[in-house]
């Protein structure tokens, strides 16, 4: 097994992988990505990645000279080739290479970036103990729903957490609606009810996010794509987070504030379930 590196069709290790430094995304993180969790030698919702791509694409004005086809095979050939079984597909495109210049023209060639590495450890605990987060004033731009490479925000954030002992930080807005977390979705459960932020340019509408829904749904859970706030957060039931790496994270702390019983509530344990089933019938 290797962790490879596809570069514009050339395919080698990190360590000889090279790119200009007049790239558009080392200069002004103008670019998008994707990240594909793999289970087993299979990706996971490639279909529904690959369009939020194209989605992201669109949103910032870059015309992609490659079809899903095409970049789906690109990423299986490189999946292939590393003999990893359990990974994840890094896909980034920039804007392409240029003199250093905020305009952009428009016959300029995206640069394709596909990685594929092992998934890094997770511990166990994290599922079984929860974690605790933090809160965080929301200062990112008005377009979360573009997966952009400009992520300085969310790693300032996801630093402070780190910094206070925490797993994520969820953005609050000055009305104190809560967002998102640095890099994952947030979600309630109080009065029989599940609740998360809808879909719109305040958050990215992540594929995890997605099928969480979906398995709760078919739990006969009451699902809904609804805004609230800092002290719904606090006052919830149980509260997790997710994302295409961790899944499903149960959150027992916020800030200072115990959630629940301070444990993992059975909810979150069952619609983790019902997300391993769903994933695993080869969505």
């Not at 299986?76 to 305009?103: C, F, K, N, P």
Request: one cysteine or more; charged letters at 20%; aromatic letters at 8%.
């Amino acid at each position: 097994m290797q962790e490879l590196v596809y570069l514009n069709g050339w395919i080698g290790s990190f360590e000889d992988s090279l790119i200009s430094v007049n790239d558009r995304g080392y200069n002004f993180g103008d670019g998008i990505y994707e990240v594909i969790r793999v289970y087993n030698g299979v990706p996971f919702a490639v279909a529904d990645h690959l369009e939020r791509l194209e989605n992201s694409a669109a949103a910032i004005e870059m015309s992609l000279p490659w079809s899903k086809t095409q970049l789906a095979m690109f990423a299986e050939d490189l999946l292939v080739q590393s003999g990893i079984r359990e990974a994840m597909i890094y896909i980034q495109i920039s804007r392409g290479t240029a003199h250093r210049d905020h305009h952009f023209a428009p016959q300029i060639k995206p640069n394709l970036l596909i990685t594929v590495r092992q998934v890094p450890d997770i511990a166990p605990a994290m599922y079984t103990d929860g974690v605790k987060i933090i809160t965080q004033p929301e200062f990112r731009w008005q377009l979360c729903h573009i997966k952009s490479i400009s992520l300085l925000s969310s790693v300032l954030a996801k630093n402070r957490a780190a910094k206070a002992g925490a797993a994520e930080a969820v953005f609050v807005m000055d009305d104190g609606t809560v967002t998102e977390c640095s890099a994952s979705n947030i979600f309630i459960y109080s009065n029989n009810t599940l609740l998360t932020h809808p879909v719109n340019n305040r958050i990215l509408n992540g594929i995890t996010r997605k099928y969480v829904l979906q398995a709760a749904r078919s739990l006969g859970i009451n699902a809904r794509e609804e805004t609230f706030n800092v002290t719904d957060l606090l006052a919830a039931n149980e509260v997790f987070f997710t994302g295409s790496v961790a899944e499903v994270v149960p959150v027992i702390k916020v800030d200072d504030h115990i959630i629940g019983s301070g444990v993992p509530g059975p909810v979150v344990r069952q619609i983790h379930t019902g997300f391993t089933t769903l994933r695993n019938s080869g969505v």
